[in-house]
């Protein structure tokens, strides 16, 4: 019903920014009959954690608020306004790109990890402001402090931290979850980990995947629901309390993990993502050779288990998830208010926007364009 709400906005409304507005109005009214939120008893309760559904949206664009990741940005930058910029809310492999973010948004910049992503977007033809922050996890404040962390280390003891494969809204994973679970408990038995940590995605427990992970007696956990403005520093806390990370996909994790220094190693075995619909946009994107060869790149350094990080695997997490690209609160404030600047001066037309980026460009002192050239000198020089 929703997919089809915004199919039929977009043929009525053609200003991209007005219906990203209605999209967050609509949310959020559908929001409001949700029941209040429970406080969960700790960082494990999942059961009530996902028994919370009402997260309303105080941004322009709804998908930003996703995995908590505008709400940690702002906290980091002390920022209060809403970001006007479309936020990649995860790591896009593929020449692939969301054109409701990259090319027609309403909005003038698009957040994203590193140098890679930046590559292909050009690539394909974004001519957005892109800002490369690096790794999201780096923004968000994890849950418990570090002497809560410290004493619950010590009470876990050698700690592994699982990330199965996921199913999202649109789609279901598929894969042998018996073999999963017996390499799981040949990594614990061998290298002695005391306690297994497994994260799992909202969506897979409510299929009821859980249940295998409790059977051996492995600790189940969730960082909530999507819309969850808590997910990235619930997960983070996840990344904290363990030693080693082990998965059996390539996928943010991968990249958090090795930022916060801690080694992994991905299981490789056959996943298939079997879609409701076979236009779903995420399904659609495995099929492309360029993203099984950039997740494979990834992988292949991962196979072997070994509690050491090393310089290849920072060199590829670099490349794709931009470990160098870090910003200070400083530089993130400073481009959210360039970039609402330029949303506001253009009246969030897309024909507008280059020559406004160049207009306030101008306006900048030599540190300030340095933060903003380092993606997109180019667009200084091209034809409005």
Request: glycine content about 4%.
């Amino acid at each position: 019903m929703e997919k089809l709400i915004k199919k039929t906005m977009k043929k009525i409304i053609k200003n991209t920014y007005i219906r990203k507005k209605i999209v967050v109005y609509l949310y959020n009214l559908r929001t409001f009959f949700y029941k209040r939120n429970k406080k969960e008893k700790d960082v494990y309760d999942y059961m009530t954690l996902l028994e919370n559904k009402r997260y309303f949206c105080k941004e322009t664009y709804q998908p930003n608020i996703f995995y908590g990741i505008s709400n940690s940005l702002k906290i980091y930058s002390n920022y209060n306004d809403k970001i006007e910029c479309c936020i990649e809310h995860g790591l896009y492999f593929g020449d692939f790109l969301n054109y409701n973010e990259a090319i027609d948004s309403g909005l003038p910049a698009l957040i994203t990890f590193g140098e890679k992503r930046k590559e292909i977007l050009r690539k394909l033809g974004s001519k957005k402001i892109i800002i490369e922050i690096g790794p999201y996890i780096n923004y968000a404040k994890p849950l418990l402090s570090d002497e809560k962390i410290k004493k619950q280390k010590e009470e876990n003891g050698k700690t592994l931290l699982v990330f199965p494969a996921h199913s999202i809204d649109d789609s279901q994973t598929d894969y042998n979850m018996n073999l999963f679970v017996d390499y799981i408990e040949k990594i614990k038995k061998e290298h002695n980990f005391k306690t297994v940590l497994v994260c799992l995605y909202f969506r897979d427990i409510e299929l009821g995947r859980q249940k295998i992970y409790k059977d051996k007696g492995y600790i189940v956990c969730s960082a909530g629901r999507r819309e969850d403005k808590e997910f990235l520093s619930r997960q983070k806390t996840y990344l904290l309390l363990s030693d080693y990370v082990l998965s059996n996909s390539v996928g943010t994790h991968v990249g958090y993990s090795i930022f916060l220094k801690k080694p992994q190693s991905i299981y490789k075995q056959t996943i298939e993502y079997n879609a409701k619909e076979e236009n779903n946009q995420n399904i659609a994107n495995t099929k492309l050779d360029s993203f099984k060869n950039q997740k494979e790149e990834i992988s292949n350094l991962f196979t072997q288990y070994n509690e050491n990080i090393t310089k290849q695997q920072i060199k590829v997490c670099n490349k794709y998830f931009g470990l160098d690209k870090i910003k200070t609160p400083e530089e993130l404030h400073f481009i959210f208010d360039f970039c609402k600047n330029i949303a506001i001066s253009s009246k969030h037309k897309e024909s507008n926007f280059l020559t406004k980026f160049k207009e306030n460009y101008e306006n900048l002192d030599d540190k300030e364009k340095r933060i903003l050239l380092e993606s997109n000198e180019e667009l200084l020089h091209q034809n409005e």
